[in-house]
């Protein structure tokens, strides 16, 4: 046999390892070939004896020297039968050393004789030292040889010893889109002897079986078997199991879905769902992304068949928990709109005895069909699914338009009709928003700072809407309340802006076509314009900012200059109007609006920031929109006049104006403005013709939803009292004697804004001696209940094991509630409990699906 350093140094460092292990180690050398490996190692703290016919004087020495001290005992000869061997007690305590490879691999990874067998099949593993080294920190003293080849695989994958994982990893390390690929179970494993191992560790715990497995049919077979849409696997429960791991996996997810859309090409999942069998319901299955897109058409179908609400609510509350939600949250969205739209209009009674009765109903309820309209058609234009979506948003336009604006805005301009000067009791006037909403705050002593935000077209539903919001985010810190004013006539920006003012006088320049308004003379045009106003009534200590400049300045500087000489700031905002009021951008109206809420809670943190605790968020307008192009016949001809030298969609002002049917003319007076001159306003929905100019989105006439105008009053809490709802386990049994695992769930409180808040548990079953191995399929669960009542917050937990399972029998679980928080991959540990699992009459659980 040829020698070299390298290997005599590699059997010197053998022994030396052995001989840390046991105080005696014997080697036998029948044909004395390791005679010079043996002559030339010299270890230190170590005796070297040579063994011909002097073995009782060996042990006489070796029975008297102290206990630490280590002996090698070389024999050039075979290893003696028991009954001749004068030292079999010393080698049953000590260890035999072999330098064969197979032993010395055995030797470097600290494996007994017995795996001899096991080294010698997989030498190509134990060529590398860093995986000897590694195997030898992973070994435990029970380990089987099938253990030790799972701890291999895992070594080669660079994973934990989990077939699970090695199986995870797999998918990762190919496309299945590419009909070329390498199988990555054989490129990883088989040169190192270890693909049938691995197979053979699937089979036990998937049940798999293939004379030739790979991993293409493999997840065939996988996906067919969590999956209810045909062909029907016959995989172990722990399919089922493997992939909702698979698919919570925040790193794997890509490699899923990449998968998950092949296979449900491969098996034609489309044409299955195209025509499903009758009774087919996919539950909460969420295998393919098809049986996603499949369970939206058919809501749609049954919203406009005879499912109730709550149906398809509790069909949505069952996708929530699907992977491919987030993908159609929009569409899910929309749909609960429509619902709740549907539902508003059931019981809503549109007549409007008088001025102040409308105003009231449209404050109390008649906003929430604007509102519902408004998020649908977010969310619709949101999901990008315009064909799919085309029958609810047909049928929602129709509504809206038919069923509400018409009816509403018909009723309304009835009274209008009857007015003789613009002014209600049931809303004080927008004029009065100042003295009312800033001056009076500010001449308390309560009050030192106060930040004014006026948003462009924040109308009321809008307002209600982000006020909510406010309300049911936990740690914000500010108190919201919703008043409104009657804005004023004609309910443009301008305007409005000016009527926020401090002043008595407002005039408008009605030469100008943009109509500018002056203020007690002053000019009210542009922030330079309102910052002179403010200033003078705050005697140099008001400012009007935009509220990108706003936002721009660094709070510990700049920012804390403006608030040292500054005791109201107001902030000028104009998302939604500043989109809404262009042909181009109007469609994006409902949009413009949820990003006008994002940058209304950019500025609020600012003004925490800089320590404010007063606020006031209002408009100067609010708006009337269809997401839908207008219909020819709302339009409205300008009427016969003396002059028209304003002409917008909603108004037009002038003299000498002789009003056509369905128009209301108001003198400058009876809208409590200066000059002389009359205005005409398109009732109902009518709109001037005005060319160049959008039509969806607009502002200026007498309708509620533009002239309803928003007043959020805002205060710092002190404290974030409020807490999420707390989970109580009940009836949890101390024993499992069958496949399954049932429980209750209890809700201490009712959901209630700022108070108790809802909180989402994930829910788990794991082995104590292993807790990275998943025994059942995650259930997740939202505590949102608001039920007075405590036996309605209880919820029952119905949790299958797997196959899996069975192989902890007599052994502890661990039942598992974790909280999932929003943007975080991994869950906090609210509860754990003990169980322990008996199977009476062997394994039962591969009856279990």
Known sequence: ????????????????????????????????????????????????????????SLKVEISRAELDQRFLLYFPAAKPAEADNWLLDLLLAGHEFKADRASLDLEDAGLTLEFKDLAQQHKAFFRSPVRTTKLKQLLRPNDDERVVRLKMLAILAKQDASIDLLLLHAFTQID?????????????????QLTEHFWAAVASKFGYINPQPNLRDFAVALFSSASCVPPKGDLESHARVFLSWWKDSVKNRSAFEQWSNHLADQLKVEAFLMDPPQGFDPGDDDSYQLIEQFCIRRLLERFHATATDSELLETIRQRSSSCWFEQHEHGYHAIKQALQFRSLLANADLQVPSIDEGLKRYCNS?????????????????YGQPKLMQSLRSWMENQYVNNVLLPLTNHWSDRVTEMSSWSCEALP????????????????????????????????????DFAGRLKAQSGKGWQAEVDAVLGVLPSYTQLGMASLLPGNKRAINTADSNAPVTVDGSSASGTDNRDKILKAYAKERGIAIQAEDFLNLATSTDGAELTKHHDLIVIYHNRIDHIGDKRESEADTCKAVEDAFAELEQILRKISSLKGNRAVITADHGFLFQQEPVDANDRSA????????????????????????????????????EGDWQAVFPLGLDRFPRSGAGNRFVHGGTSLQEVVVPVITLKKERKDESREVKAELLRVPEKITTARLKFSLFQDEPCEAKRFLPITLRITVVPKANEKELLCEPVTLRLDSTAVEPREREQLIDLKLSNAAGGYNNQLLELRIDRVLEGVQTPVR????????????????????
Do not use: C
């Open 638 to 673: 300008f009427p016969d006049a003396k002059e028209l030298t304003i002409k917008k969609k909603r108004f037009a002002i002038g003299s000498g104006i002789e009003p056509a049917a369905g128009q209301k003319v108001f003198t400058a007076e009876q809208l409590k403005l």
């Open 176 to 192: 299945p889109t590419d009909p070329d690929a390498e199988d990555p179970i054989e490129e990883l494993y088989g040169k190192h």
């Open 366 to 382: 008649w906003w929430k069909l604007d509102q519902a309209y408004r998020r649908f058609s977010f969310h619709v234009r949101s």
């Open 830 to 849: 609210l509860e754990t409990r003990e169980v322990k699992l008996l199977q009476p009459f062997g394994n039962d659980f591969d009856d279990f699906g």
């Open 429 to 464: 006037a927008q004029q009065q928003f100042h003295m009312r909403y800033v001056h009076a705050p500010l001449s308390s002593r309560e009050v030192k700072r106060l930040f004014v935000v006026i948003s462009d077209a924040l109308r009321y539903e809008a307002a209600r």
């Open 1 to 56: 046999m040829t020698r070299t350093p390298l290997s005599t140094n590699r059997i010197h460092d053998s022994l030396n390892t052995a001989l840390a292990r046991k105080r005696v180690v014997f080697w036998f050398d029948p044909e004395a070939e390791w005679a010079s490996e043996y002559e030339s190692y010299v270890p230190v703290g170590v005796e070297k004896r040579q063994v011909n016919g002097n073995e009782f």
